[in-house]
């Protein structure tokens, strides 16, 4: 159910379509909405939220407090992507912001990324920084994922070599006190030239959520437009707070995403590299699942396991991703 959004008649048009998936985050959805309102005076914007069958009354508050704006109701849980892909359908602006339910806008922060935008026309997508709650510099901006970063990050390694870890990711670490172009930065606030995202077909729904959008700056990139990172332009965000809070579950779902762009992205000796490095490090999580006090919690974690290994030699199945997507978050 689409509810058409009045919110500014006279202009045919606008300069922004900001995009927010939510998922049972009726607290800082208002937050992040009233800073939207309060911070974003020089432009004529619309605000499309798509909710994700949420059940804690944000569909209710959002009609009593917002009656004019568009709102698309799903029935089910249907992820980042594909909710942000409802909100292109219908959008009216020039850009389109993919913008979290748990950030607020600071500062015309929004009609800064849009001037930036019409000022570079090689430019495909601009972010901007990110502070935490407790006012420490988020890391956004980063390079395009690798063999080495999947290797170095994983758990497995860590366990193995923490110091090399630790080393390998303050060489990579992108500047984000710096405005730079960069190969890919988080959706959490992330504006894209509109036509250009119809034009590549939306963002990929194979992923539920996470790496979405390291593949839409991939597929900018290759389209030969820039991803712009705008340091002058600060935003806070509320790390975590979209995405729920069943970590298990969450991992997973990472899992899946992180399958399906290295499925995508990686050329086949690669890729069979790193579906055994995968393996290896989901079977060292199984046996340490096994210490779990808590027989549920054990459970689940031997269950996620299985189901990551499952996905791994079996390719995405349809009814095994709706399990693993049902319960977890929005992005």
């Not at 917002?66 to 219908?90: C, H, T, W």
């Not at 080495?148 to 080393?167: E, G, K, T, V």
């Not at 194979?206 to 389209?223: P, S, T, V």
Request: charged residues 25%; neutral net charge.
């Amino acid at each position: 159910m689409t509810r058409t959004d009045t919110q500014c008649p006279m202009f045919p048009t606008f300069d922004l379509s900001i995009a927010i998936v939510s998922y049972n985050t009726k607290e800082v959805l208002l937050d992040c909405l009233r800073s939207v309102h309060a911070h974003t005076t020089a432009i004529a914007y619309e605000v499309i939220v798509v909710d994700n069958d949420s059940r804690d009354g944000t569909l209710a508050v959002l009609k009593d407090a917002y009656p004019a704006m568009r709102v698309i109701e799903n029935s089910d849980n249907r992820g980042f992507a594909k909710a942000v892909n409802q909100a292109l359908a219908v959008s009216r602006g020039r850009h389109i912001l993919l913008l979290n339910s748990d950030t607020i806008i600071r500062d015309q922060a929004l009609a800064t990324m849009v001037a930036y935008l019409d000022d570079q026309p090689d430019v495909g997508a601009v972010s901007c920084k990110q502070w935490t709650e407790d006012g420490h510099l988020n890391q956004t901006c980063f390079p395009f994922p690798s063999i080495r970063d999947h290797l170095f990050y994983s758990a497995l390694f860590q366990r193995i070599a923490p110091s090399m870890q630790a080393a390998t990711a303050a060489t990579q670490a992108v500047d984000c006190m710096q405005s730079q172009d960069v190969d890919w930065a988080n959706g959490a606030c992330l504006m894209v030239r509109r036509s250009l995202l119809q034009e590549l077909g939306g963002l990929d729904e194979g992923f539920f959520m996470y790496f979405e959008d390291a593949d839409l700056c991939r597929r900018l990139r290759l389209q030969g437009y820039r991803v712009h990172h705008l340091a002058e332009v600060e935003i806070v965000h509320l790390i975590g707070r979209s995405s729920g809070r069943d970590r298990d579950r969450l991992q997973l779902v990472w899992e899946f995403s992180r399958i399906h762009y290295i499925e995508k992205h990686f050329s086949p000796v690669k890729r069979r590299l790193m579906k055994g490095w995968i393996a290896a490090g989901t079977g060292w999580r199984l046996m340490q699942s096994m210490k779990c006090a808590s027989v549920e919690q054990r459970r689940r974690r031997i269950q996620g396991c299985l189901t990551t290994i499952r996905r791994l030699w079996r390719g995405p199945q349809s009814s095994e991703q709706a399990l693993v997507y049902s319960s977890g978050g929005q992005g």
